[in-house]
């Protein structure tokens, strides 16, 4: 069947860049559809990339062949390093972005690398389903085990905008943000929009509502904005950023012994609350959305708004604030910290009691939206919908919070609706082991989040292995077997490669002491640095080389290790459940286990056991029942 393209991405945020990034990259013929082309890649709260765990995840996302990496490197002008005091497998690259730019440069990538990708300005209101939509939970059963795949649900043909405009497509990726019903609050007032300055999204959501979808209701928050000539920087500490800066982009690391970032780098600023702020906000929680009652949405516990903060840390006398830089060319200074929704009178009074911010401007208030998401339960790890067909949900939609988040959840979603629209198998999927992007996908589908999920080294148990610096080793193979991965791209992995492989045989024939220099760089304090100086031989070994064989030398044992652990779990993730299996005729499984089965319909064992009530009896069971069902099929297939 001729369509008007073969996917429309329905979005132009993190998520939806992204997804049509990867999708177009792999040949489909792509539409944007957004409200306002101009703002695609806007950060709309805090104007950075990156941090503990996220940064592992754009350079995950640049491994794969993605956008965001090129985005901010280009755009970035404040770089650090985070948990430099911890080991490496934890660091996080983290860049302050000059957040007018970065749109731009998402922009202007999309443009003059996606020759198959046409914006589209637009509010899409309703989405046009063939077939019978059978709900959102389980399946359907049916008497032939393949008959799930063959096409048995409902699938999207089409969407139509809030002009009346048509447009037919073999799949959509929706990746609305904050905007589905979206609803800002500063104080008593309330205004619609999923951000300043722009409207909500209605239809959408009723469309969602009619074909069965399980909406749920979220609120996050932005702080102040302040005009930086009104600041006593004197009453501040400074945060520099870092003298060496790394960049998220393995083409940047590739390319250059020492990597430069483009644009002007500058300071950012701490400050502090104080009890008299503390006070205020008391003084006035009645007047807060969240504790009058006027918000019932859930908002993240890990980056609260400052009266969250108050309330449940009552026994702490101050809390930071972070004064970040929003552009190169504008005076707007970001207070990270204390994001809130209180009335602008109270804002007021807490911006100026903060020590150096007596005589502040507030450029723009702070304020809460709430908005509507898509339970997780109902999509696959591919992030396509269960119930129905070459429909993808990606970004705050599927109750994640943070621009990262929502990135690689663009790029997996591109992918597999390119994979669907070319008539390929719908398989693309990162385990637990193999990506941070796993494990929140994972994450998503087998616990689904009561709060805005946001990425913690602490939510991967094979974080040894996910580490910044080995993401192109981990991830750039499989996006070349995809096709995400250009020939330059890949030229330039493989010399990496071969330079590591080259050097690491060179360390384990030279000999320091009558002893090799691989077993000198195994010490804990000996660096990579100290390893030159004493043979400098080794000179000719590119620094960003040596660091990389240093850091894997270092966790060489820890890693082998939590290999062993993987190994152990490999089998229960390669026994896969099909999709089909009525869960209601499997004996011996308990009522509990039978209903979480149906309701998040797991791809294998191992993602069954990871479903909160789930047990190893539970799976036991489910194990026996599907070898029974195996026998069963090759005794009815007969000599």
């Known amino acids: 069947m001729a369509c008007d393209y073969d996917i429309i991405v329905i979005g132009g945020g993190h998520a939806g860049a ?76 983290r860049a302050q972005a000059d957040k007018y730019r970065y749109a731009r440069e998402v922009q202007r990538l999309l443009r003059e690398h996606c020759p198959t990708l046409d914006i589209l300005p637009g509010e899409v209101a309703d989405l046009e389903v063939e077939g019978q939509t059978p709900g959102t939970g389980a399946p359907p059963v049916h008497a032939e085990e393949d008959a799930y795949e063959r096409g048995a649900r409902a699938t999207v043909r089409a969407v139509r905008l809030a002009d009346g ?55 996050t928050g932005t702080p102040p904005r302040l005009d930086r000539n009104t600041i006593d920087f004197s009453r501040v500490e400074p945060q520099p950023g870092d003298d060496d800066p790394h960049p998220f982009s393995y083409l940047n690391e590739y390319a250059a012994a020492r990597w430069s970032p483009p644009l002007t780098q500058v300071n950012c600023w701490i400050g502090a609350t104080n009890q008299a702020i503390h006070d205020i906000i008391r003084a006035n929680l009645h007047r807060a959305p969240m504790y009058s009652g006027q918000i019932n949405a859930t908002g993240t516990r890990y980056c609260p708004s400052i009266e969250d903060k108050i309330v449940r840390f009552a026994d702490k006398p101050s809390h930071h604030i972070f004064l970040e830089p929003e552009s190169l060319d504008t005076d707007e200074i970001y207070c990270n910290g204390i994001s809130t929704s209180l009335p602008k009178d109270v804002q007021d009074q807490i911006v100026r009691l903060v020590p150096g911010l007596e005589n502040a401007t507030i450029l723009r208030y702070g304020y809460a939206v709430e908005y509507d998401m898509v339970w997780p339960t109902q999509i696959r790890a591919t992030l396509e919908t269960k119930a129905i067909a070459g429909l993808f949900l990606a970004g705050q939609i599927n109750g994640t919070s943070g621009y990262e988040e929502a990135a690689a959840q663009g790029l997996v979603a591109g992918v597999n609706a390119a994979r669907y629209a070319a008539d390929k198998p719908v398989d693309f999927i990162l385990r637990r082991d193999q990506a941070y992007i796993g494990v929140l996908i994972d994450d998503l589908v087998t616990k689904p989040p009561n709060e805005p999920y946001r990425m913690f080294t602490s939510r991967a148990e094979h974080r040894l292995h996910l580490r910044n610096d080995n993401a192109d080793e981990r991830l750039t193979p499989l996006g070349r077997e995809l096709g995400l991965v250009d020939d330059a791209r890949w030229a330039q992995f493989s010399a990496m490669r071969d330079a590591v492989q080259s050097a690491e ?52 044992g820890y890693i082998a290790r939590q290999d062993r652990q993987i190994e152990r779990f490999a089998q229960l993730e390669q026994r896969r459940i099909p999709q089909w299996i009525d869960y209601r005729v499997v004996p011996g499984l308990r009522n509990e286990a039978r209903s979480k089965l149906m309701t998040f319909t797991p791809a294998s064992l191992g993602q069954a056991l990871r479903i909160s009530g789930i047990t190893p009896a539970d799976v036991t069971v489910l194990a026996i029942h599907l070898d029974r069902l195996s026998r069963q099929r090759e005794g009815a297939k007969g000599p």
């Open 505 to 556: 045989t060179l360390l384990r024939t030279h000999r320091l002491n009558g002893t090799s220099a691989f077993e000198h760089l195994r010490r804990g304090d000996t660096s990579w640095e100290d390893l030159v100086r004493q043979s400098p031989q080794l000179e000719a070994i590119p620094l960003r080389v040596g660091r990389r064989i240093e850091i894997r030398t270092k966790y060489e």
């Open 18 to 93: 992204e997804a049509a990034w990867a999708a177009a990259h792999l040949g489909a013929r792509v539409a944007m559809v957004t409200l306002d082309p101009a703002r695609i890649g806007q950060m709309s709260c805090n104007p950075a990339i990156g941090g503990l765990a996220k940064g592992q995840m754009v350079r995950e996302i640049d491994a794969l062949g993605g956008l965001m990496g090129l985005a901010i490197d280009n755009t970035g002008i404040q770089f650090r390093m985070l948990n430099r005091s911890k080991g490496p497998a934890v660091w996080g690259p």
């Open 165 to 219: 405009t048509r447009l037919t497509c073999r799949a959509a990726i929706i990746t609305t943000g904050t905007f589905l019903r979206g609803l800002m609050h500063t104080g008593e007032a309330k205004t619609e929009g999923g951000r300043i300055g722009e409207a909500a999204a209605k239809g959408l959501s009723a469309c969602l509502e009619r074909l069965g979808f399980e909406l749920g209701r979220l609120k």
